[in-house]
């Protein structure tokens, strides 16, 4: 159902663990405290794609009085007596994804001057065009959704944009209305990527540009599967049958057609893919077994035995948190940073593309999320070229002003990747970096300080960079 502020998220399928209680969390939440008996619980995302469900808001009751006030305002003659429903759901593939577009474009501009004639005295005015050339390149998020099943019957290929505010619940046989079929998911994720990329050449042979080549790509898509309920209702009129297809959430009719097509929902028996269920499990340190804080966080230092705790595992991570020293600010506040190593391959071509980091070994990429990408590559850049000239020490504890690391490592490279083809990009190199992927020597998490100034935040210890104030507010 369509929540009234449009707050995101999906109601986990399983109790507590310690208390049995039902739990509630938003989408993009990985770590919760029980509402019921106070555990700190963190929920696990499985490797295979998960499955969710919306809600039906319609039923069989109220679908025949939205079909004809359909009908009446098309002034078609209302349904009769004999009616059939068939309640369906129907598995869309959700993707979210990171688009870079490139679009080379030229822009004539006029310039108007003073004439002169031979004598040096104006002659009257002068207009004069030329001709500049403009390179935008942006990196935005991209999330779309495609029907998963077939299309014997003319469901729409799209949700749209409903999965971002709609509320969805772990699709599970407890959570099937009886009423309801469910046609299976056989599009594979394999399919959904080649369509992807197919559609990007499409937008890039449809996107001429005016000099050189406009580029869409798309990086690290992630999908889940989303069943949204339909009503598919006959209605004979004479002896011409009708069919409608009814949104369940909305009760709109989306199609009205008189050419029925053979297809039994019922017996259906076309296998489907299989998906990746949640889990759940205490949040605590593996150390001495006390609760880990419940903000969200991909690292933790243990309150009880000063243990780092990282929820993620790669064997090029050092196993200590670092920090600038503080400017002695009253109102700094401590950001994390995600430090990566070059390999030597890579150090040359990569300090050469980031320019500004000559001196630096390292690619530095914020451990915060930004809404804006382009703004992360631009701090992205800075703090790489800042990272050779920051003082950095071991820390052993988190204190209240160190915000959480909200981005994970595993989406930090993968946002390197991107980062680096931008750049590339955006220098006109021929080379593509876009096949490498991006594998640093070592990885590190360190802190840096940084305070408001106006409508900015500035780092504490340069007093050189600076990101936009309303990106983490």
């Known amino acids: ?121 104006g002659g009257g005015e002068q207009t004069t065009t030329y001709e500049q050339k403009i390179t935008d390149i942006r990196l935005v998020p991209f999330t779309i959704t495609q029907i998963a099943t077939e299309r014997k019957i003319q469901f729409p290929f799209s949700l749209g944009m409903r999965t971002e505010y709609i509320k969805m619940i772990p699709f599970a046989d407890e959570n099937i209305d009886d009423e309801f079929e469910c046609l299976p998911a056989i599009k594979e994720w394999s399919q959904v990527i080649d369509d992807l990329d197919n559609n990007a050449s499409s937008v890039n042979e449809l996107s001429a540009a005016d000099f050189g080549i406009n580029k869409t790509e798309i990086f690290h898509p992630v999908g889940s599967i989303v069943y949204f309920p339909y009503f598919v209702v006959e209605s004979p009129h004479g002896e011409q049958m009708r069919q409608f297809i009814v949104d369940g959430i909305s009760g709109r009719v989306l199609k009205y057609s008189t050419e029925l097509l053979d297809y039994d929902i019922e017996k259906n028996e076309t296998p489907g893919i299989e998906f990746g269920e949640l889990g759940i499990e205490f949040h605590r340190c593996p150390n001495c077994g006390e609760d880990l804080p419940s903000r969200q966080s991909f690292v ?116 390197a990747e991107v980062l680096i083809y931008r750049d590339s990009i955006g220098k006109g190199m021929k080379q593509s970096f876009r096949e490498a992927k991006f594998s640093p020597e070592q990885a590190s998490l360190f802190y840096a300080p940084f305070h408001p100034e106006s409508y900015f935040y500035v780092d504490s210890v340069l007093g050189a960079v600076t990101f936009e104030k309303n990106l983490v507010e």
């Open 300 to 415: 933790y230092i243990c309150d009880n035995c000063q243990e780092l705790v990282l929820l993620e595992k790669y064997s090029f991570v050092e196993n200590q948190i670092f920090s600038a020293p503080s400017g002695g600010n009253p109102n700094d506040r401590m950001f994390p940073f995600w430090s990566m190593k070059l390999s030597g391959e890579h150090q040359e071509k990569i300090r050469k593309m980031f320019g500004g980091i000559y001196n630096s070994d390292r690619l530095v990429l914020p451990g915060f999320k930004l809404p804006n990408f382009e703004a992360m590559f631009r701090l992205s850049k800075r703090m790489s070229a800042a990272a050779a000239k920051l003082d950095l020490s071991p820390i052993e504890k988190l204190e209240r002003h160190f915000m959480p690391v909200n981005l994970s490592l595993t989406e930090a490279l993968t946002l």
């Open 1 to 121: 159902m369509i929540t009234p502020n449009k707050k995101s998220g999906f109601y986990i399928g399983v109790s507590c663990p310690g208390c049995g209680g039902e739990l509630e969390v938003q989408s993009d939440f990985f770590v919760l405290a029980c509402t019921h008996c106070g555990s700190s619980l963190r929920i696990i995302m499985p490797g295979t794609p998960p499955a969710y469900m919306i809600k039906s808001a319609e039923n069989k009751r109220t679908i025949r009085f939205q079909i004809d006030r359909y009908l009446k305002k098309n002034s078609m003659p209302l349904t009769s007596s004999q009616f059939e429903i068939k309640s369906v759901y129907t598995p869309y593939w959700k993707i979210d994804a990171v688009v870079l577009k490139v679009r080379n474009t030229i822009i004539e501009h006029m310039r108007v001057g003073d004439e002169y004639n031979n004598y040096g005295y």
